[in-house]
């Protein structure tokens, strides 16, 4: 299922409880896929996916928000580790492993959360929905997003501008595709003049107890969920993934008169 050509890439994005954009610090993980051996840590590998992982000023917390990982090869741990740069694109902090999956961790940082996925509705009220959040962050009408309600969290992977592919997602296809980013966060190779897109379904969190450390260093556990997601592709050099959700809080909005939800 993996060609020697098929590159997958993913960002590791941190959102904390005040939603800060400014960034802080970064650190890059890097799985690497040689299908021929397997073998790790094999800098000569033709197809690999990268997973980097960037920090938000302005937060207490150890475990961030949402983040997006890799499984450690032997020897590393639960998750891969890091070595010092990598290239195409260029990073810093890379790690390298083997494998046919990614890593998506959520959690839920104070007891107001309601819900960190898709749209809330439930017993505390009604939270906004996937097209009146995306219309708010990058406008146009609220038609050109209808497609995202009803979806749960959402695995955002940019390919390479103008080539034909194939992608799964959990054996799913994606369920909108756009050469728009429609990322609240503007990193490379997440830009359109690079990029074409994809977005895959990958459900709500779930509130598991103490389920969820950094990634990054293998520390503290809060509640959430970690999603094991299987990738199968064909036809792309590189793909590079982000993920996105809506994090609702049991306080209402005086704007909208719904509960609180914010993109993050």
Same mark, same amino acid.
């Given at each position: 299922?993996?060609?020697?050509?098929?590159?997958?890439?993913?960002?590791?994005?941190?959102?904390?409880?005040?939603?800060?954009?400014?960034?802080?610090?970064?650190?890059?993980?890097?799985?690497?896929?040689?299908?021929?051996?397997? /073998?790790?840590?094999?800098?000569? +590998?033709? &197809?690999? %996916? $990268?997973? @980097?992982?960037?920090?938000?000023?302005? *937060?207490? #917390? !150890?475990?961030?928000?949402?983040?997006v990982g890799a499984?450690?090869?032997?020897?590393?741990?639960?998750?891969?580790?890091?070595?010092?740069?990598?290239?195409?694109?260029?990073?810093?902090?890379?790690?390298?492993?083997?494998?046919?999956?990614?890593?998506?961790?959520?959690?839920?940082?104070?007891?107001?959360?309601?819900?960190?996925?898709?749209?809330?509705?439930? /017993?505390?009220?009604?939270?906004? +929905?996937? &097209?009146? %959040? $995306?219309? @708010?962050?990058?406008?146009?009408?609220? *038609?050109? #997003? !209808?497609?995202?309600?009803?979806?749960?969290?959402?695995?955002?992977?940019?390919?390479?501008?103008?080539?034909?592919?194939?992608?799964?997602?959990?054996?799913?296809?994606?369920?909108?595709?756009?050469?728009?980013?429609?990322?609240?966060?503007n990193h490379d190779?997440?830009?359109?003049?690079?990029?074409?897109?994809?977005?895959?379904?990958?459900?709500?969190?779930?509130?598991?107890?103490?389920?969820?450390?950094?990634?990054?260093?293998?520390?503290?556990?809060?509640?959430?969920?970690?999603?094991?997601?299987?990738?199968?592709?064909?036809?792309f050099q590189w793909?590079?993934?982000?993920?996105?959700?809506?994090?609702?809080?049991?306080?209402?909005?005086?704007?909208?008169?719904?509960?609180?939800?914010?993109?993050?």
């Amino acid at each position: 299922m993996w060609p020697g050509s098929s590159v997958l890439k993913s960002k590791i994005f941190q959102w904390f409880e005040d939603f800060s954009r400014s960034v802080h610090s970064a650190h890059n993980l890097r799985e690497v896929f040689n299908e021929a051996s397997l /073998s790790m840590k094999s800098i000569s +590998s033709t &197809a690999w %996916v $990268l997973c @980097a992982w960037l920090s938000f000023t302005a *937060s207490a #917390y !150890a475990v961030p928000v949402l983040q997006v990982g890799a499984p450690g090869a032997p020897g590393e741990g639960v998750y891969a580790n890091y070595v010092a740069n990598s290239s195409a694109p260029t990073e810093t902090d890379s790690a390298i492993t083997s494998g046919n999956n990614i890593l998506v961790g959520g959690t839920y940082a104070s007891s107001s959360q309601l819900l960190l996925g898709g749209q809330y509705n439930g /017993s505390a009220g009604l939270g906004q +929905s996937w &097209a009146a %959040v $995306l219309q @708010a962050q990058f406008g146009g009408a609220l *038609s050109n #997003y !209808a497609a995202f309600n009803g979806k749960g969290a959402i695995l955002v992977a940019a390919v390479p501008n103008g080539v034909s592919g194939a992608l799964t997602v959990n054996g799913l296809n994606p369920f909108f595709t756009s050469a728009t980013s429609l990322f609240p966060n503007n990193h490379d190779p997440v830009k359109d003049a690079t990029s074409d897109f994809l977005f895959f379904d990958i459900g709500n969190f779930a509130k598991n107890a103490a389920a969820v450390p950094n990634f990054a260093d293998e520390t503290g556990a809060v509640t959430g969920e970690v999603k094991n997601l299987l990738i199968a592709t064909s036809g792309f050099q590189w793909i590079h993934f982000d993920v996105m959700a809506l994090a609702t809080k049991n306080r209402v909005s005086s704007t909208t008169g719904l509960l609180k939800t914010a993109l993050v």
